[in-house]
């Protein structure tokens, strides 16, 4: 059975990278992998970055001009730096542009977001529930009206609403015990980051599973994913080379591609592959970190 008849597969548009990024290729991968079947296309956010680095929404909506079925996903959007009313009306607008296309992913993010950001850690966790009630209620409610501790919205009105009804999926890309438990009653699915190790992966998904299952969801039908950092090549040393460096220069994380990453030959990359989803993944986002147009068709060959 190939691959993508157990699970779906997503896979990243160029948006990373610490080499130029070219518009051209960006289209041509929007468009084959729709062409091959992928279920969805794949960015993150990071705003002040020492390498290139798209803005998601901007790149998302390209694609989305250039695609027709494709689903359209970041992962993740730090929502405690940036005010959600802003953010609700950004990913409510690319869901009606894209007809009904969108998945948004948020974070609580790191320290140096805070700090680059100007925005207080102290109650971050509290900042955070209101941040994602108001992104619910503005994309479902006629009138919002919320008096929190951070944010205070008197009938406020939002349009256009996502077409997804009751409103676009929202997953969390969080790593922290509790913050994975969070997601159990707060979200649509979880990825885990391509940062994060496969170990930490594979310990993430019972304490997501069991938190699924106290709060009386069902854990098979709730999305796990995790993005993977990945480089395909017949010879393992070339995608050993090319996965080091950009654990390297975009992690500065010279250990990341043995504990994070995924790399070798067609047939080592599908086994790795399967023991993820042999973890629990029930769906997984492929991200090459170089040659995206020739890595997408190995990535096609590799899943079916």
Not at 42 to 53: P, Q, R
Not at 157 to 177: A, D, I
Request: net charge neutral; aromatic share 8%; with cysteine.
């Amino acid at each position: 059975m190939a691959l993508k008849d157990g699970i779906p597969f997503g896979v990243s548009l160029p948006h990373r990278s610490p080499d130029t990024l070219d518009m051209a290729e960006v289209r041509h991968v929007a468009q084959r992998a729709e062409a091959l079947g992928f279920r969805d296309l794949w960015v993150t956010e990071n705003t002040l970055d020492h390498v290139n680095c798209f803005d998601p929404v901007v790149v998302l909506a390209y694609a989305a001009a250039a695609t027709t079925r494709i689903r359209l996903g970041c992962s993740v959007v730090v929502l405690p730096v940036q005010h959600p009313a802003m953010v609700a009306h950004q990913w409510s607008t690319l869901d009606y542009v894209s007809g009904g296309r969108a998945t948004l992913a948020v974070g609580l993010g790191r320290e140096h977001h805070f700090r680059e950001f100007e925005v207080p850690t102290a109650g971050r966790v509290g900042r955070f529930r209101e941040q994602v009630a108001i992104l619910k209620s503005l994309w479902t409610q006629e009138r919002t009206t919320l008096d929190g501790r951070f944010y205070h919205l008197d009938g406020v009105r939002m349009s256009p609403k996502p077409v997804q009804k009751p409103h676009l999926p929202l997953w969390m890309g969080v790593g922290h015990p509790d913050a994975v438990r969070r997601t159990a009653s707060l979200a649509d699915g979880w990825m885990g980051s391509g940062g994060s190790s496969i170990a930490e992966f594979g310990a993430s998904v019972p304490i997501l599973k069991a938190a699924l299952a106290k709060a009386g969801r069902d854990p098979e039908a709730f999305p796990i994913s995790k993005r993977v950092f990945l480089a395909v090549n017949e010879r393992p040393d070339v995608a050993r080379a090319e996965l080091d460096r950009w654990f390297r220069e975009v992690y500065f994380n010279p250990n990341g591609a043995d504990a994070s990453g995924i790399y070798g030959t067609r047939a080592q990359v599908k086994e790795k592959l399967q023991a993820l989803i042999a973890m629990g993944a029930n769906h997984l986002l492929l991200n090459p970190v170089s040659r995206y147009s020739e890595q997408l068709e190995d990535l096609a060959a590799i899943v079916g």
